[in-house]
């Protein structure tokens, strides 16, 4: 009964160290397993696929968080990447400060931001939680925390910063898991996967906040050719070219990709994409 009670009714406290512990493992299995090492920028290799148009209109995620924003407000965004979400709502909420420590993303996010003549925005090269971090009516997060191992820190800090609405973008299953299965036939061993969106709901409720959730799309991870999906599969496995892994890669690969008409390539099936909105003042829902 004890074990019941704390899979489905679990403290603050278990939530945060259970979501640590996914992180770690995962932290523990790359180590242990890679053969390559990004610890300077990690997405710099990656950041182009984070580039889009700001005004599309046929990404739900984005008219989600469009249809959140309001004309006179200031919304942050907690790891803006490439811009893919950020400028697209910077188009709509009065301004938009975009953190993003990853030099490779913010490249991208000036090249985006100038082609599409945005300016209200202001871009900051820290991680979070910052020392002195702004304040904003909407603080959003779009798939961003699920390998952040001290989340309860990084959650404080976003509710910290909000002054009417917290927002989160994230998938049913952690990125990783559309690799899943090649990194079981390549390393030889099951992915330790990271925490998601169910994962965050539950923690979310266990710290005392009942957030609202809403489907709002499904996520493919598509290459534009069957060499990028190589390319993105040795960056998720952390395998060199050339070496026995890579080889394994490109045995294994054509198994668990699906060729588009357009000789683009899907990696797995699609990941449903959840909008999770709360309350930051959370004594207000407990």
């Known amino acids: 009964m004890t074990d019941s009670i704390h899979v489905l ?16 493992a995962n932290n523990e299995q790359v180590a242990r397993t890679q053969e390559r090492i990004d610890l300077d ?46 400028l697209g709502v910077a188009l709509v909420a009065g301004r938009l400060i975009a953190v993003e420590p990853s030099e490779g993303m913010r490249e991208v996010f000036e090249e985006v931001r100038a082609e599409a003549g945005i300016e209200n925005v202001e871009v900051i090269a820290e991680r979070w939680p910052m020392a002195h971090a702004p304040q904003a009516d909407v603080v959003m997060l779009t798939h961003v925390s699920y390998d952040i191992a001290e989340i309860g820190p990084f959650l404080d800090a976003v509710e910290g910063s909000a002054r009417r609405l917290c927002v989160a973008v994230l998938l049913e299953r952690s990125p990783g898991s559309a690799f899943s299965e090649l990194w079981e036939g390549v390393h030889e061993e099951l992915a330790a ?40 599969a040795r960056q998720r496995l952390w395998v060199n070219v050339g070496t026995e892994k890579d080889q394994r890669i490109q045995k294994l690969l054509p198994q668990v990709v699906a060729p588009q008409d357009d000789g683009s390539v899907v990696v797995g099936a699609p990941l449903a994409v959840g909008l999770v909105t709360w309350s930051p003042d959370s004594s207000a829902l407990s």
């Not at 009714?9 to 770690?24: M, N, Y």
């Not at 739900?60 to 942050?76: C, F, H, I, K, V």
């Not at 994962?199 to 290459?223: C, D, H, N, S, W």
């Open 9 to 24: 009714r679990p403290s603050a406290q278990e939530a945060l160290d259970d979501w640590r512990s996914l992180v770690v």
């Open 193 to 232: 996967l990271l925490p998601a969106l169910p994962e965050f709901v539950a923690l979310l409720m266990a710290r005392g906040t009942i957030p609202q959730v809403k489907i709002v799309g499904a996520r493919p991870f598509r290459y534009g050719s069957m060499e990028e999906a190589e390319d993105g």
């Open 41 to 86: 920028d990690f997405y710099a290799p990656m950041a182009s696929f984070f580039k889009a148009n700001p005004r599309r209109r046929d990404d739900g995620q984005l008219n989600a968080l469009r249809a959140l924003a309001r004309p006179d407000e200031t919304w942050l965004d907690v790891g803006a990447g490439g811009g893919r979400f950020a």
